[in-house]
């Protein structure tokens, strides 16, 4: 069974920078692409950014590009999203959800917990 | 960035048919497929529709999915208590290149 771990969550002031791990297990994490998905506090779910299994494509969200990077090390079985300039509504849940197989339609299949960021001053 | 509307709330009393719609455009929901996601309050979210209309193994068959052009729709029949929760439709949108949400329905169990 898939597993997703988030880390790295916490209180970041307005402009600091944060770097949120997922750790991956159960699975053969190289062959599945991967994404980002937060929820801000009482609010809906809203998709951050995806990276496909060799990290040739890369998409985001148009209010974390430029801030945002995503990136996955296949040999730690881990990905990651390295969050600079952080605002304050970029306070939420982060959670690493991973896809089904390829071609399978099955995006978002298996979901971490999730790992809080809380930017305020 | 939710460019997929979906009503704020659906109740039912237990046994009923509850359905959810799911309003997007050509560029969203009209040239991609749809799922749908469940959230119990307090968890991550769970995949309960993909492909517009296939259920994951584990899922019950009381819920089901479907699309017409712009617009897809999940229903519920034989609602029960343990279905009260968040529900949300997502597709991919080919002129935002990105994944677009539903702005998410409370599912409530009279």
């Known amino acids: 069974e898939a597993q997703l771990v988030e880390s790295g969550g916490g209180l970041v002031q307005p402009g600091g920078s944060l770097r949120l791990s997922c750790a991956a297990s159960?699975?053969?994490?190289?062959?599945?692409?991967m994404n980002w998905v937060r929820q801000a506090p009482g609010k809906g779910l809203e998709w951050v950014s995806y990276?496909?299994?060799?990290?040739?494509?890369?998409y985001y969200t148009d209010s974390v590009k430029g801030r945002f990077t995503i990136s996955r090390d296949n040999a730690k079985n881990s990905l990651y999203l390295q969050m600079s300039s952080l605002r304050d509504e970029d306070t939420a849940v982060y959670y690493c959800a991973k896809d089904g197989p390829s071609g399978s339609y099955e995006f978002f299949q298996h979901w971490g917990q999730g790992t809080l960021v809380t930017v305020s001053s | 960035q939710s460019v997929l509307t979906q009503p704020p709330s659906a109740s039912g009393t237990p046994g009923q048919r509850v359905t959810i719609s799911c309003s997007g455009s050509?560029?969203?929901?009209?040239?991609?497929?749809v799922n749908w996601y469940q959230q119990l309050p307090g968890t991550a979210p769970k995949l309960l529709i993909y492909n517009n209309n296939q259920r994951p193994s584990g899922v019950p068959d009381r819920f089901s999915g479907s699309k017409s052009g712009t617009s897809a729709s999940l229903a519920i029949s034989g609602l029960q208590s343990e279905d009260e929760a968040d529900y949300y439709c997502?597709?991919?949108?080919?002129?935002?290149?990105?994944?677009?949400f539903g702005t998410g329905t409370k599912v409530t169990a009279l």
């Open positions: 990276i496909s299994s060799s990290s040739s494509s890369i």
């Open positions: 997502v597709t991919w949108d080919d002129s935002l290149r990105g994944f677009v």
């Open positions: 050509s560029s969203s929901i009209g040239s991609n497929i």
């Open positions: 159960g699975f053969t994490f190289s062959s599945y692409s």
